[in-house]
Structures are given as C-alpha cells and as structure tokens.
C-alpha cells in the first residue's frame, strides 16, 4: 500500500473485495435498466444511488469498534424484535398482513434487520457462555429461544423467506460455536421426519402449492409453474453468451415474472449468457470467501462468529435465490443481493458486508480502540 | 441425561471445532457454488436449443390470416358476392374466465341490443369451446378501438380487423349464393383445419357458397407478431400475405337477376330467365327470400321468428325445390308430340265445355265451350277439350317422351344443392310406383299439366327455351368463352313454328294473355299461360279466400317470337292463377331488351309494396325486434334450418281421378305416397277445375 499518495482511510478499504462488488451492481444496474425497458428509472437509478449511500454507511459501520458491537448485541436484538411485535400488532389492527413500518421517509422492514441482528445476539451470547457449559442444554436452549421468537413473528406474517434465513443464519452460528455435532444430525433428522407433516399442516395454501409444483412445474405450466418454468425459459435461451444487452425477450415481455426483483438473475442471464452467470457466481465467491477468511482470521469468538454468521447469511441468499431460479429450489420470495431492486434487501447486506470489514478491522488492531 | 452430559469443553476445543466447522462450511458453499455453475450450463448450453425455441415460441406468436374470400361474379364481372374490409369482435369461449362480466363489458362497450345480447349467448350455449363465436361485425373504429384497448382486460375476446362476405343485391340473390357462417363443429371434425376456428372464417353453408367452397376458399396467410405474456401484440415480425380464393364466373346476368328477385314483390314465387342460344340461365330468383349479409354471423333468434313465421317459405329456394303441377304451360309441348305423332294442326274437335271420358264428363275451363277448336286455337285458348279429346287418340307415351325431351322430369347437372326434379307420369311410371294400370283419366289429367305431373320452374324454363330454340339446350350457370353449340333436338322446324305462331297469339292475337304484350312495338313475345289447382272446387274457387287454397299461377314465354332470344318461366306460389305470374315474366324479358322502361315500371310497384326487398325485410326486422326483443324463440340447429328447404313430404293419398263434379265414385289408392318428392298436398281435378 502506497500512504503516501494515496489517504490510509481509503487505502484501508477491502478494495479486493469492494471493485468485484461494485462490478456486480454495476452489472445488476445494468440489468434493471434493460429491465426498465432502457431506461433509468424507476429502478437502475434508484439501484446505484442506494449501493452508495449504504456502502458509506457499511464503511462508517467498519469503523465501529468491536466493544460498541458487544454491547449494542442485545439492544439491538431487543429492539428488532419489539418492532416485529409492533408490526404484527399494526397489522391485526390493520386487518391484514404487515411486514413494514413506515417510518415516513422510508419504509422499514424490521425482519430484514432480524437476520444480521440475530447473528450479533448469538454472537454475543456463545462469546459470553463459559467453554465448559458450551456443549450443554444453557448452551442451546437461550441461543434457541433467541432464534424462536423472531422466526415465529416472521412467520406469522408470513414470511416464510425471511424466516427460513433468520433460522439459518442462527443455526449457523450455534453450529460454529462448537454445540455437539450430533446435536445438528438429530435436528435434520427429526426435520426430515417433522418437514412432511408440517408441509400438510403449517404452510400455507399458497406455499404448499409452490412446494408442489416446484416438484412438477410443468404440471401447471401457466399458473404456479409459471415463475419457474419461465425463468427456465429465460437462462436456458440466453446461451454462453446470452442475447444481448437490451434482448431478452423473456423480461420485457414481460413473460418472467418479478424480473427486476426475485428473478433478476434470469433476467440478467438471458442477455448476458452463462458468461454473466459465472461472472455473479464469481463475485458472490469472492465476497463469501473473504467473509470466512476474515471469521477464520480472528482471534477472538465474538469475531469469528460474527463475521462468519454474517458471510453465511449472505450465503444464504444467494443459495436459496440462485437454486430457486434455476429451477433447484421452490419459488420464496428471497432477492438477490446486490443485484435484485429493492433498499431492505440492499441495507441487510450491506450491513453484513459492514459487519465483516468491521470485524475485518479489529483484526489490524486487535485492541478494539479504532 | 446422556444428551446433555456436559463433555470437557475448552476455549482450545472450540476454537479447533470452530476452524473445522467453518472450513466444511466453506466446502460445502464451494459445493453448492460448483452445483449452481453446473446447472447453469445445463440450462444454456446443454437445453439451450430446447429453450431458445421455448423462448421463440412465448415471443411470436403465428395467428393465421384469413383468405379473401374468391368473389361470385355474374356474366358481366360485377360481383354478385364480395369482400369488404371489416372491423370485428370474437370471443373464444374456452379462454373466458368470467363468461358473464365478460359479455356484459361487451355489450357496454358495443352498445348491443338486448336481441344481439341473447343472440350471443344462445350462440355461446351451442358453441364447442376452441370456435370463436362472433360477438359483431361491421363495427366502426370507434368502437372497435374501445374493445381493443381493454383486451387485456377481457380475457377470450378476439378484435379482428378482416374482411367480411358482401352481397349486394342482400335478398336478390340469397338462394341462388347462399351464405357464409363460422364453421360447425361437425365441419372442422371432418377437414381437421385450424383455418376453420381461426376467429372471422366463415365457410360456405348454402347455394354456390357451399358448393364451390373449395375454390372460394384461397389459402391463408400468416402474420408472425411479438406479443406480451399479456397478449399484447408488440409489433410485426412478419407477415405472409394470403392467397384469395378463385373468382367463379357465372351467367347469371346479376342485375337481372335483382330485377327478378323484387319484381316477385310480395308474392311467393320464382323466376328463370334462359339464354335460347346457349342454354345459360341468366336469372333464378326464388323470393321471399333472406338475407344472406345478416345470416354470416349466425341465424339469430328474430330472424328465425321471422322465417318460421312466414307461410311463404322464404328458406326454400323454389326454383329447384318448389314442385309444381305446370297446368296449361304443358299445352304447347303437348301439342310439339302430337304433330310428331302425325296429328294434322288443322284437325279439329268441337268444345261444348266438356268432353265424356268413359263415364265421367271433363269440364273445359270456360264451361261455354269454345266452338270448333284446331291445334292454334287449343293452344291460344287453352282449350283443355281440343286436349282431352287427341291425348286419347295419341296416347301417353309419346306426350311423356315429348315433356322429358324438352327437359321436365328431368335432373340437370348443377352446381346446387339439391334439385327435386318432379314427375313426368306415364304407365310404366304408375305400375312402378302404384302397381296400377294406367286409366285414361290419368292421360287425360296429365294432358293439362295436371294430374300426376309435378315441375320445378327450372324444368319449365329449359321447357321454354327448348321449344324456342329447337336446340337440346342444358342449363349452365359457370360462364365460359368458349360454349359448345348445343345440338338440334331433331323437331321439324315447322312443327315448331306452329307451335311458336300458336305461343304468340297467346299473348299477340286471340289468346289469354294480352296484358304480357311487351311495351316495344318492334319485339313480340309468345308465351304460354297455366293454372294449377291446389284444392278442389269444393274447397275454394281458386281465386280468392284462404291465401293456401289459391291457385298457382304459372307463365312460360320467350322472345322475340320469331327470332327467339331469351326464355323466362314464372310461378307465383297461391297467385290465384296465371294472372299473377304473366305480369312478371313480362317486366323481366322487358328488362332483358329495355332496363330503363322496366326499372320504371317496378319502381311504381315498389312504392306501393313499401320499398325494396330488402328494405322490406329490414324493417320487418325492426318491428320483430321490438315486438319480441330477446324473447323470441331460440333458433333451431343448422341442421334444422337446412331442413325447411326441403320440399315437405306429402303425406296425403293422391286423389287420381276427377273430384268435381263427383260423376261417380273413384277408387282411392291406399298407399300414401312417401318417397317421391311432391308437391304440397295437392288435390288433382281436371275438369271444372282448371280456369286459365
């Protein structure tokens, strides 16, 4: 690194990490625009303007010192999770469905803010337990209830997605945090055995249904299936080289569904190819592979955990929205981060990138003092 | 408990599972990294065919074009059946989703009348699901493009801007054309086509429509658009222009052919106008008719109220299907076999007004008898005695021979439908089909055109231009350049010029008919009048009373008499006798060499009939409409509307034999006739019953 020339605030920067990432809003800007039909607005703009705003936010984040994470963990967990409450109180009150808050200048979805808020709890929580007591039930029931509560508020409203991804994100970290391996096996296990009953009883008709047709899409080729066979349609047509920027019949005829949004990776791989796909998979390796270098890197069990928990439920996203488009996963409404239109899903990650440079930081000056 | 048996854990334990943990969890996402590549280019590069044609395939969507239509052309090249640009509106049952909404949107926007509204569901309710049911046609842009900017909105509505079957002359020309209708389910059975279901094809489902529908037909064109998932079309790709169908020519001479059709006015009737060189029909005009412009979208409930209602049987085309006893126009053909059979014209037998046969007196029309009585006279005059009196000595046979020479009981080859070709009675025929012996009542009935005989008015006009001409001449309606003389029939021409002498004075000199003289000087026209009972005299004179029980009225002629040209026959159905039928045949050969003086002549007509045919038909639309709104009956299946063309089946023994005066009681056969196609429940009485 050159300090002379170049400012150490700047230079600091995980920049190995940062210019892959701006490539690849760049290239999810670019993709919006075509979706937009070549334009700006409404959504290119808007895209770009919001990976700026949150990545000063995410640096100004990195500068937090590691004892201000500790202590804001369970405030902050606390917080988020009386928003979830208030939101459900406001839509029963409502007399519908709510998932956000409108703060008037924005609107605040308060289970974006529960998936990187749990993995701090949690953090916070096995950081705190003695070693001793780690492999026993007070190492798993407080961590478990941690993770109940706001799932089951996330669920009831319900979002599956979301909490589907706070779950993960917490099991994570409890199986990082060193809980009995067979512990994890007998979850699945008992999860194998629990998922059909719960498939027939707890899902939604609406779930249910994509569940189903996830299994045979091409058994309803114009109602459910719809989404997954025209995303198909739309990565399959695009070829090696996809059909050009401003060609991809499949979105602006409007046959892709949520092409801006859920299935903007169809989208982006029917004009830019397998090429373009490689390029996202590439830059989510990059960012992943950073993230667990970082959690792998720390000396303390704060840090790792947090920077590895936060890592994973980026992950997460990516997997689940990847697997989903291409037809490997049912349709959930999970966006792709970085890529997909939409602030909540920008700020979530965006605050986990934060978290991991942050903890990326502590690791140059390990005092915590920056 | 063994689960929660805390082990030794240490922070070292921890930090080593920790290092472990998250490098499984590293290569596990590497894992699925690896999965997510994989299967990516699976989709593009391994199914890539697959979806690049899947993706095609959404984008473009291939709408056939429906072929122009070939026009029908008369003699002179103007269009008897054509095309005209059309905005439409469809909807395609199987695609609603809210039926109900849906019609009720339509019929907003449409302003349709509540008549057209049950019309339209009576027409989805039989619709087969993947056929477009036309909702209107004919649409102004205003409304067409109200529709087409809520399509998206309407699932299962087709706006369509195509071309639509045009009949000019409506009426004039409806049984000779037929109409055009979307395709049935039976016809897309049988040809498999999509063409059929595209929205705005119509078929041919009557008259040369049907008949030559393969050659109206064309072939279709293809327009390739990029369309939304929403069905919006996007914009053009590519488009094959269709092929229109052939043209076919015929001889109809098409404003003849209208002048005919309303010049029947209000009666029921039918005309035939023939070429005497050529044998080519000129007009056949079977009014009342309907209108073929109204019948393309389906027959909709008022217009079958008004079809069923009508005694005048507007769905039968009378030319081909009306059977008809020909009365006295057999005379002259009668008289061309008994000079072949050697009878001298000058011959002759006295009339008192009725002549003795066995035990029974026939009455001559005019009961006063017409004196001496030669072959002219018998014709001028119609006398039935001169008749009755040399049939016996000449026989049936050679009279029967005659009448199939010059074309009665006698199927020519067509493009129509059908053709009920009648009777030409004679022994042979009666022990075929009665197992009895042919009485010599039965020639003496037939003698007079009555009887067993039954004629269509297509079989009196070639029986009218045979006897013209001399010629072996066949009716023809496709026109072509290059026609064959026709040959000599081998009559004598003095023989005919008897018989034509005798036919002019008809009309000219002595006869029955002056008022069928032509308005020109220069041209005469000979003709022969005929009467034909339809009840006894027991029932009705004939003349007035009940409409059914009037007699027909039947004229045949051609003209100039002594250079013939052209020949017309004429029925007027219950006219109450020739005196309804010569009129016309008149006004129509007057067409024929002077349009102007004629136009002028039914024009005077039409004022007093309450306008054209086709505006009388419009505005008895109108007072149907408003009377039953959508309350009329529902009508019947295609099926059912071919049926009424059909001539009825008698189902009355046929009376052979003269019934009044009864001199004695005649045996009756017991066998109801069935097969043989026949006139309308007729009641045969030769003598005292046959006034011309």
Redesign the interface.
């Known amino acids: 690194m050159n300090r002379s020339i170049v400012p150490e605030t700047i230079a600091r920067q995980p920049w190995h990490v940062l210019i892959p990432l701006a490539g690849l809003v760049s290239l999810g800007a670019a993709v919006l625009y075509s979706a937009a039909g070549g334009s700006l607005q409404p959504y290119a703009l808007s895209h770009v303007l919001r990976f700026c705003v949150f990545l000063v936010a995410a640096i100004t984040l990195s500068r937090i010192p590691r004892e201000f994470f500790r202590m804001a963990a369970y405030p902050a967990y606390g917080a988020i999770l009386v928003l979830l409450i208030l939101v459900e109180l406001l839509g029963a009150v409502g007399g519908g469905s709510q998932r956000w808050l409108n703060l008037g200048f924005m609107t605040l979805q308060p289970s974006e803010l529960m998936k990187p808020g749990i993995v701090l709890a949690l953090a916070r929580f096995y950081e705190s337990l003695p070693a001793s007591i780690t492999a026993s039930w007070r190492g798993l029931v407080p961590a478990g209830l941690l993770i109940a509560m706001p799932a089951f508020f996330v669920m009831i409203q319900p979002d599956l997605g979301t909490a589907l991804a706070i779950c993960f994100g917490g099991g994570m970290t409890m199986f990082l945090a060193g809980l009995p391996l067979w512990w994890f096996l007998g979850v699945a296990g008992s999860l194998a055995v629990i998922a059909p009953v719960a498939f027939f009883t707890l899902l939604h008709d609406y779930q249910r249904n994509r569940v189903l047709v996830f299994m045979d899409p091409e058994s309803d080729p114009l109602g459910t299936g719809y989404h997954i066979t025209q995303s198909k349609i739309a990565i399959g047509s695009g070829g090696f080289f996809g059909k050009g920027f401003g060609n991809g019949s499949q979105s602006h005829l409007d046959y892709l569904p949520e092409s801006h949004t859920d299935f903007v990776f169809a989208t982006m791989s029917e004009e830019w190819g397998m090429l373009g796909g490689l390029f996202v998979l590439l830059v989510f390796a990059i960012i992943l592979f950073w993230g667990l270098r970082v959690a792998r890197n720390s000396t303390d069990r704060f840090s790792s955990l947090l920077a590895a928990g936060m890592a994973l439920t980026i992950f997460f996203y990516v997997a689940i929205n990847l697997m989903m488009v291409m037809g490997l996963a049912p349709v959930v409404g999970i966006p792709l981060p970085f890529m997909s239109h939409g602030g909540s899903s920008m700020m979530t990650n965006m605050i986990c990138l934060g978290t991991i440079m942050a903890v990326s930081r502590w690791q140059r000056r390990p005092s915590g003092l920056g | 408990m063994s689960l929660?048996?805390?082990?030794?854990?240490?922070?070292a334990?921890?930090?080593n599972?920790?290092?472990r943990?998250?490098m499984v969890?590293?290569g596990v996402?590497?894992g699925?990294?690896i999965?997510?590549?994989s299967?990516?280019?699976y989709?593009?590069?391994a199914?890539?065919e697959?979806?690049?044609l899947?993706?095609?395939s959404?984008?473009v969507n291939l709408s056939l074009i429906p072929p122009r239509r070939g026009w029908i052309l008369d003699r002179r090249g103007s269009p008897l059946a054509s095309n005209r640009a059309d905005f439409r509106v469809d909807v395609i049952p199987d695609r609603m989703t809210n039926e109900g909404q849906t019609i009720g949107e339509l019929a907003r926007l449409l302003r349709m009348q509540p008549v057209d509204v049950q019309d339209l569901r009576d027409k989805l309710e039989k619709s087969h699901g993947f056929a477009p049911v036309e909702v209107m046609s004919g649409l102004d842009w205003e409304r067409f493009a109200a529709v087409s900017v809520r399509l998206p909105d309407l699932p299962g509505v087709v706006t369509q801007r195509g071309f639509s079957r045009f009949y000019p002359t409506g009426p004039s020309v409806g049984h000779l054309v037929g109409y055009v209708g979307a395709a049935s389910a039976e016809e897309y059975e049988k040809e498999r086509d999509p063409l059929l279901v595209t929205p705005g094809y119509k078929v041919g489902k009557d008259g040369l429509e049907k008949i030559f529908e393969k050659d109206l037909r064309g072939y279709p064109g293809a327009r390739r658009v990029?369309?939304?998932?929403?069905g919006r079309v996007?914009r053009d790709l590519e488009t094959r222009e269709d092929m229109p169908g052939k043209p076919i020519k015929l001889t109809i001479d098409g404003p003849l052919q209208d002048y005919a059709a309303r010049r029947i006015g209000l009666e029921s009737g039918a005309v035939v106008a023939m070429d005497c060189h050529t044998g080519e029909v000129l007009a056949m005009a079977s009014m009342p008719s309907y209108d073929p412009n109204s019948f393309s979208d389906g027959i909709g409930r008022i217009e079958w109220k008004m079809l069923a209602d009508d005694d005048h049987v507007p769905l039968r085309n009378k030319v081909l299907r009306g059977l008809y006893p020909p009365g006295s126009t057999v005379k002259p053909m009668v008289a061309l076999s008994f000079l072949e059979a050697g009878l001298h014209p000058e011959e002759s037998v006295f009339c008192g007004g009725g002549l003795r046969v066995g035990n029974r007196v026939f009455h001559c029309w005019n009961r006063r008898g017409h004196g001496q009585v030669n072959m002219a006279k018998g014709i001028y005059q119609s006398c039935d005695v001169y008749f009755y009196h040399f049939a016996q000595r000449i026989g049936m046979d050679p009279i029967a021979a005659m009448a199939r020479r010059l074309g009665l009981g006698q199927e020519f080859k067509l493009p129509v439908v059908g053709q009920s070709y009648g009777t030409v009675p004679d022994p042979a025929w009666k022990k075929r089909k009665y197992g009895k012996d042919w009485a010599i009542y039965d020639t003496v009935n037939a003698t007079i055109g009555q009887g067993y005989f039954l004629v269509n008015p297509l079989q009196q006009a070639v029986m009218a231009s045979r006897l013209a001409s001399g010629l072996n001449l066949v009716p023809s309606m496709l026109f072509t350049d290059k026609a064959k003389p026709a040959p000599t029939l081998g009559i004598p021409q003095e023989h005919l010029d008897i018989i034509h002498k005798a036919m002019s004075d008809v009309v000219n000199g002595p006869g029955t008919a002056h008022r069928a003289a032509l308005p020109m000087k220069d041209i005469l026209l000979a003709g022969k009048t005929g009467t034909a009972q339809v009840v006894g005299l027991n029932v009705g004179n004939g003349k007035g009373g009940l409409w059914k029980h009037r007699d027909h009225g039947h004229f045949i002629c051609f003209a100039p008499a002594d250079k013939p040209r052209y020949a017309v026959a004429v029925v007027v159905e219950h006219g109450g006798g020739s005196g309804a039928a010569y009129p016309i045949a008149r006004d129509v050969m007057t067409y024929l060499f002077d349009p102007n003086k004629a136009v002028e002549v039914l024009h005077g007509y039409e004022k007093e009939w309450g306008g054209t045919a086709q505006q009388r038909l419009d505005a008895k639309y109108r007072a149907y409409s408003q009377a039953y709104g959508g309350g009329a009956p529902a009508p019947p299946s295609e099926e059912k509307v071919e049926a009424a063309d059909q001539p009825p089946a008698t189902n009355q023994p046929i009376v052979s034999g003269p019934q009044t005066p009864p001199p004695e009681p005649v045996a009756l056969p017991s066998t109801p006739v069935t097969a043989e196609p026949s006139a309308p429940a007729i009641t045969l009485s030769p003598p005292g019953g046959n006034p011309q």
């Open positions: 929660f048996r805390p082990r030794h854990v240490s922070m334990t921890l930090r599972s920790f290092d943990r998250s969890i590293g996402q590497a699925i990294g999965l997510l590549a299967r990516l280019g989709l593009s590069i199914q890539n697959k979806y690049k899947e993706s095609e959404n984008r990029e369309v939304t998932a929403g996007v």
